[in-house]
């Protein structure tokens, strides 16, 4: 089988899979957060807590139980990372010292899971578990609550209220995540992943030297880890390693779980609008970037210039043989346009405009289809934007599900999309300028730049992939990416939320001949212009001195 043959095989797969989970994913999310009904699990959670789920709440207060969710889950992991070495199951690891302790939960609470240690020499079993696999459900329950609550925005008129942030996290926790999260592990299990609570042991000699691996709850935190677009792996690399992805099924099944409640929410946003058309638009904008970035991926790993590539029939390098260049491309794509950072391979190994691409499925925001929740909230944004360019293109005042985009509306969407470019952007030059950050780089020149900038471009969008090279565990860098990741993630959520809060106040206006039809093939055309030329814009600069000037050279 041609190499070109086994790539299409491998994607219409992915794809078909993905149709056949998203109409009764996506109606089951709708039925979740629509109903009144609570589960006697849930009624414990709540009496445990101390929340009422049927008290409605504004954005402002859906906003204050966000953050302080947040912040409680940042000092509980700070806190166990910092008492490791007293605690049990900790291997006889020591504890974590305070800036790394600080940027892992941070980069945990805000769903971007970026690693500046390696998992089997730093975490022992109670972190893992009780810290780091607790986050990978709730923080990705947060995303999903926060784009519910923007769903509930466009949906409702004449109210400020959005729901309740305490129902809506435990039920995408409950009833979403968990019980998918089950079925993922039992399937990783039976196809070789690991899951034991096992200690440290000698597998045999490695370079003259013993190697040492210590097993544990392994195949859990794997199928959470990319279900909740999460990407934070048990081990240092991630999901190239076999103990977390055992071969080629287990890779396009990973892939499937990264993409498939991202996609399906778009279906939960048609249902609970009553405009499933608008979520099939929504989701065919969606489908278009990633498959053509799929596309573009292939073509650049496929078709590396030089003898070594063509003698080895593409870019095989810091690939798993396993995988291959087509599986490692889809799987690239699929983590690095959405936030999930879990990674089957080095992406500073890929080429110059390869590792590229990588960066700007970041840098798009990382909606297409993105993280759960962060992914449709941030397309939402997008579309208010596109709608007010099309507005202002033919003399009409904008109107998006029949609710009008004025000053307010727009303000808001224009805060969200300048909040991590400036923190991207902001953050590299002070690493660049300063003179220590960049004894850190292992290359010099357009590459040790794309480091650099992959750095904190993953950081603030909440992606968690690395790429490679750049010795992010020191006190700045350990600092300003924590930094970055919560900045990234919390500060969008409050404009998503004050949106949200606007348009549920807002009476509906009925439609007009002179109305935008923004469930037409026509709005999603405009809706993927306007997210290229937004990011082209905004990163190409920065791009052109990094992996644009890379790949021109080779």
Not at 95 to 106: C, E, K, L, V
Not at 369 to 377: E, I
Not at 395 to 411: A, S, V
Not at 538 to 543: E, G, K, M, N, S
Request: with cysteine.
């Amino acid at each position: 089988m041609s190499p070109a043959l086994a790539a299409a095989l491998q994607l219409l797969a992915l794809i078909a899979a993905l149709g056949l989970a998203y109409r009764p994913l996506g109606d089951h999310m709708a039925r979740v957060y629509s109903s009144d009904r609570q589960l006697r699990v849930e009624k414990w959670i709540y009496k445990a807590i101390g929340a009422d789920p049927h008290t409605e709440m504004r954005w402002p207060a859906y906003l204050r139980g966000v953050l302080a969710f947040s912040a409680v889950s940042l000092l509980f992991l700070y806190l166990l990372q910092r008492l490791q070495g007293s605690l049990p199951g900790s291997l006889g690891f020591a504890s974590i010292d305070p800036d790394q302790a600080f940027n892992t939960a941070a980069s945990f609470v805000a769903n971007t899971n970026w690693q500046s240690y390696a998992g089997e020499q730093a975490m022992g079993h109670i972190v893992q578990t009780a810290g780091l696999a607790v986050q990978n459900f709730v923080s990705a329950a947060v995303g999903i609550a926060v784009a519910v609550a923007l769903v509930r925005g466009f949906a409702r008129s004449r109210t400020g209220e959005l729901g309740n942030f305490w129902a809506d996290l435990v039920r995408g926790t409950v009833r979403v995540l968990l019980p998918i999260a089950v079925v993922g592990a039992l399937i990783l299990v039976a196809c070789g992943a690991i899951q034991n609570f096992s200690g440290v042991h000698e597998v045999g000699q490695f370079l003259g030297g013993p190697q040492q691996w210590h097993g544990g709850a392994v195949a859990s935190q794997e199928v959470i880890k990319e279900l909740g677009t999460n990407g934070g792996g048990y081990f240092n690399a991630n999901s190239a390693h076999p103990f977390e992805n055992p071969d080629g099924f287990t890779n396009l099944f990973e892939v499937f779980l990264i993409l498939v409640i991202p996609f399906a929410l778009t279906r939960t946003f048609g249902r609970m609008t009553g405009s499933l058309k608008q979520g099939y638009a929504i989701l065919g904008t969606m489908a278009v970037i990633w498959i053509g970035f799929t596309l573009l991926m292939w073509a650049a790993e496929f078709g590396g210039h030089g003898k070594a590539f063509e003698l080895a029939g593409g870019a095989l390098e810091g690939k798993e043989t396993r995988f291959g260049i087509a599986g490692s491309s889809i799987f690239a794509v699929a983590t690095t346009l959405t936030s999930t950072g879990a990674v089957d391979s080095f992406h500073s190994s890929y080429t110059g405009l390869g590792g590229g691409l990588t960066m700007l499925g970041m840098q798009l925001g990382e909606i297409a289809p993105g993280g759960v929740g962060s992914g449709l909230y941030g397309m939402l944004i997008m579309a208010v934007i596109a709608v007010f360019l099309a507005g202002l293109m033919v003399g009409r005042t904008p109107e998006f599900l029949g609710k009008k985009i004025g000053t307010r509306e727009i303000k808001l969407a224009a805060c969200y999309i300048l909040v991590t470019p400036a923190l991207v952007l902001c953050f590299t030059a002070a690493s660049l300028v300063l003179p220590t950050p960049p004894h850190s780089m292992l290359n010099s020149g357009a590459h040790g730049f794309s480091e650099l900038l992959y750095a904190y471009t993953s950081g603030a969008n909440n992606n968690g992939s690395a790429f490679a090279g750049l010795n992010a565990d020191t006190p700045w860098f350990n600092t300003t990416i924590g930094l970055a990741m919560l900045l990234g993630r919390f500060v969008p959520m409050v404009f998503v939320l004050a949106l949200a809060g606007s348009l549920a106040e807002q009476q509906p206006v009925p439609k007009t001949a002179g109305t935008l039809r923004t469930e037409k093939p026509l709005f999603s055309g405009l809706l993927v212009g306007t997210i290229m030329i937004v990011a082209g814009l905004t990163y190409f600069p920065a791009l052109a001195l990094g992996p644009l000037a890379e790949g021109l050279a080779s």
